[in-house]
């Protein structure tokens, strides 16, 4: 049995979901390398986003690592009215950016029902 990350069904079931109250939706590599992508506005700078994430990440396993404990599965930012939502699925890295008055709850259950096995 092989497991897989349904990517589209993550963007669509998002952006149904959430609509307006997501800013952008990135998914990338855990080398930071951009595989999908929805930017709501064009201010935005994916590719450098999705690095810094990755390397935040990689930053963070190594600091586990040496302190004992378990690597992180995510990672939130609360800033002004935003967050910066970010987490590691099956070798892939979401990174979200949405309102703060956003269910989160919601946000993990979409991702964890793209999770697709075969």
Known sequence: MSVRLDLDSILENLMDNLGEKIYFIIISSKNGVVIKSYINE???????????????YESAEEITEA????????????SDNFYILSMKVLEKIVILLLEDQVDLGIVFQIINNSIVSS
Do not use: C, V
């Open 42 to 56: 064009d201010e935005f700078n994916k590719s450098a986003i999705s690095l810094n994430i990755a390397q935040a």
């Open 67 to 78: 302190i004992g404990i378990h690597q992180p599965d995510f990672t939130l930012i609360h």
